[in-house]
């Protein structure tokens, strides 16, 4: 299977392999743990899964952009370089990070502090796991970088949890660890493969050089990409952290299910969003508006179609989904209706974040993402304190639909192609 529905079907593929995965493990916990003790895991979890985004320092969706127009270009040590480089900055400012954690620890100013210290080092590997994977996705390996970063690692840790049955949360974190550090060398591996049968090989590591990578241009375009990614990460993951101070750990353990379910409803967002940002970065920089609304036209048909069912999959038969974690976690329907209807609005407004980001608009981006997490925040810390976990379920998908509808605005200022315009072009009438 060819063009652009070829490449998007086996990025969703692995992204379908990767959300499975993630399901997987979260039945393991909570088959295994108390309700209390898998609200902790899912807590520091989370934690894991928050910082393995901020400590990508938005490295990965710059190289992303890079590889793919020096692939364009053919200029293949330039790729080289641009991956050495990213995952050098990213192991730096991870491990100064990693001790910073500490000082949250040693504050003693939140009481999770430990399950933040110990999802660290899993975070560092996931970062340099999302780093790589993207310059797979840049040379058009889909479905191996997606299923490498975001599934192996849970596909491990399940079996362990199976085999070896952590009695707790702290020792689980343990296990997801290991298990994360193993995904990352495996990664690595089948990532040299690769490189090498793309004709990325030994000359081309040698014609390399950390010089080439330009850190003027790199400082001023993943600076915004940053405080991006840290807007997004808060504005999914902030109300769940806030609540976890006016909750008890059992409704920590409902919303982190209801989290993980929902959030089946944008996977294809996710995988079209890898399929098109080499396509994207590659005809803005040439140029061609035409192609890159026709992609955008593509990605947002195929979107409104796909998300919409599995909204509906989900509304209906929401009860059966949770029932497979337990039959305590079917109390978690209505935080699962209320996070699937932000979802939908944010499959529905298509790729226009990373329409953004490759056309070079980040700061617009970071603009809008600093105004809306700050309301978000705010929103989640009222709601959640008075209503707890439903009140926080309400602030996070109020401010992924706010976000997502301002960015396609944007879309329409900075590139002027319109969202609407392009639904009106997919569903208006065929003349006779």
């Known amino acids: ?17 990767g959300a499975f995965s993630a399901l997987v493990a979260s039945f393991a916990i909570a088959s295994s743990l108390t ?25 990965d969706t710059y190289a992303l952009k890079k590889c793919s127009i020096f692939l364009a270009e053919s200029r293949p040590s330039d790729f080289v370089s641009m991956v050495l ?13 990693y001790l910073l954690s500490y000082l949250v620890q040693l504050a003693d100013v939140y009481q999770y502090a430990r399950l933040l210290v110990l999802g660290f080092p899993a975070a ?51 296990y997801f660890t290991a298990c994360c550090f ?28 950390l010089s080439h990578f330009d850190h003027r241009d790199a400082f001023t375009t ?60 590659a005809y803005y920089h040439a140029g061609e508006i035409d192609k890159v609304e026709e992609v955008l036209q593509k990605s947002v048909k195929l979107l409104a179609i796909v998300s919409t069912a599995v909204f509906c999959v989900v509304i209906f038969f929401g009860d059966n989904l949770l029932g497979i974690f337990g039959p305590q976690y079917v109390e978690a329907r209505v935080l699962l209706s209320i996070l699937v209807c932000g979802q939908l609005v944010n499959a529905l407004t298509g790729p226009s974040g990373r329409l953004l980001l ?14 809306v997490t700050a309301a978000g925040l705010a929103l989640a810390y009222i709601l959640a304190r008075t209503y707890g976990v439903y009140g926080a379920a309400v602030a996070t998908a109020v401010t992924i639909g706010a976000q997502n509808i301002f960015l396609a605005y944007l879309v329409k200022k900075r590139v002027n192609i319109s969202i609407l315009k392009v639904y009106a072009n997919i569903f208006r009438r065929v003349p006779r």
């Open 358 to 371: 490759m056309s070079g608009f980040e700061k617009d981006f970071r603009n809008t993402s600093l105004v």
């Open 182 to 209: 193993v995904a990352l060398f495996v990664q690595i591996v089948a990532t040299a493969v690769l490189y090498k049968r793309s004709g990325v090989g030994l000359v081309q590591w040698q014609q390399s050089r």
């Open 35 to 59: 309700i209390e003790e898998s609200g902790l895991f899912f807590l520091g979890l989370g934690f894991s899964i928050f910082f393995a985004q901020i400590l990508k320092f938005g490295l």
């Open 85 to 97: 480089a990213s995952c050098l900055l990213c192991i730096t400012g991870s491990l100064l990070a």
């Open 1 to 17: 299977m060819q063009g652009f529905l070829g490449a998007s079907f086996r990025s969703f593929t692995g992204r379908i392999v």
């Open 222 to 281: 993943t600076i915004p990409l940053w405080i991006v990614v840290i807007s997004q990460q808060l504005n999914l993951w902030g109300a769940q952290f806030i609540s976890s101070v006016h909750v008890t750990e059992s409704d920590i353990a409902l919303l982190a299910i209801a989290m993980r379910v929902a959030l089946v409803v944008p996977m294809l967002l996710t995988s079209v969003n890898l399929v098109v940002s080499p396509k994207f970065a």
């Open 124 to 174: 560092i590997a996931m970062a340099l796991m999302g780093i790589i994977a993207h310059s797979l996705h840049a040379m058009g390996y889909l479905f191996i970088g997606t299923v490498t970063n975001i599934a192996l690692n849970y596909v491990l840790f399940s079996l362990c949890v199976w085999l070896f049955e952590p009695a707790d949360a702290i020792g689980s974190l343990w």
